[in-house]
């Protein structure tokens, strides 16, 4: 049996086919309807003079919207501060002109929101917001004093920390730069970056709680040219970092984890090896006081006692 040849005129008929099936869908059928009385209903509004921003079923009050699943970490009052910075009263239309884009932009300005995902204006008087915060992961070591920073190295408000919280941060020490700008802004140094991805490299949490706890680590310690602020890639090359237990153990872990490096191993295998050696000696300090353990040679590992002494915050 021969299969039947296809025509010329097949396509179009299909094409018109597919397109009739298309414009008698309702719900395309309705979303003309809408989208054709629409400038008709605006301008009709417009003539009966009413402004129905001042009607009571638009209006929201502020105290009535939460945020959805907040950390812990965050500050009690961030809605209150960004209501503030919205410019935006305790009760206020959800016709307001502009609304979302003047509450979106008064979160991305907060210093604890990493980026505004959503938000979402749904009539009457309600409103969803969708955002990703940031997380402190490290507290930076200066004279001053001590400084919360998130993974990407962004400086966070310290006085939205009690002493309570800030103790239960990594502290990044060896750092001699200062914030090029207030909470919210890079801290311009790029060793202060890779401080924070190694930092929280080991609080991701597993079963037996995070890696961080685990080996007992307290502080980091940035080597190198440290007091060189490191603005580039290649610079950051010459930065070294290691990692302190309460009990004075040194792991020297090298550069950056996200920095490759010809001369050491990666991170993964850094990270493995480090387990191994925990495993096989119980802990990171001998019977005869802390050592220093060098993780950055390809075969092996390297291990010296160090003088026995005690870690301060």
């Known amino acids: 049996m021969s299969a039947k040849k296809t025509t010329d005129t097949d396509a179009p008929r299909g094409f018109f086919r597919r397109w009739r099936s298309w414009l008698y869908d309702p719900r395309v059928i309705v979303g ?16 009966s ?7 009571p079923e638009y209006q929201v009050d502020r105290r009535t919207i939460q945020l959805k699943e907040v950390p812990e970490y965050l500050p009690v009052d961030l809605l209150e501060r960004t209501w503030q910075r919205a410019g935006l009263g305790q009760t206020f239309s959800i016709l307001e002109p502009d609304l979302a884009e003047r509450i979106g932009h008064a979160f991305e300005e907060s210093p604890w929101v990493r980026k505004v995902i959503q938000v979402r204006l749904q009539y009457p008087n309600r ?31 310290s006085m939205d920390f009690s002493v309570k919280q800030l103790d239960g941060y990594p502290v990044i020490e060896g750092i001699e730069s200062v914030p090029r700008g207030t909470a919210g802004n890079h801290w311009g140094d790029l060793s202060v970056w890779g401080a924070t991805r190694l930092a929280e490299m080991f609080l991701a949490e597993s079963e037996n709680g995070s890696l961080w706890d685990r080996y007992q680590f ?7 040219r440290a007091a060189a602020q490191a ?3 290649e610079e950051l090359h010459q930065v070294a970092y290691r990692l ?35 495993r096989d000696f119980g802990g990171l300090q001998t019977a005869q006081g802390p050592v220093e353990i060098d993780l950055r040679r390809w075969k092996d590992i390297a291990r010296r006692s160090l003088p026995q002494q005690g870690v301060t915050r």
Do not use: H
């Open 231 to 233: 603005q580039t890639v």
């Open 49 to 55: 003079g009413t402004d129905f921003t001042t009607l």
């Open 218 to 224: 307290v502080k980091i310690r940035v080597d190198g």
């Open 244 to 278: 302190i237990t309460k009990k004075g153990s040194e792991v020297i872990w090298g550069v950056a984890p996200e920095v490759p490096d010809p001369t050491e191993p990666n991170a993964e295998t850094k990270m493995k090896r480090l387990e191994m050696y925990l």
């Open 127 to 157: 409103i969803d917001l969708e955002l990703e915060y940031r997380q402190p992961v490290a507290l930076v070591q200066l004279q001053q004093g001590f400084y919360p920073v998130d993974r990407d190295g962004i400086l966070l408000p």
């Open 32 to 47: 003309l309807i809408i989208l054709c009385a629409a400038p008709f209903l605006g301008n009709l509004l417009s003539k």
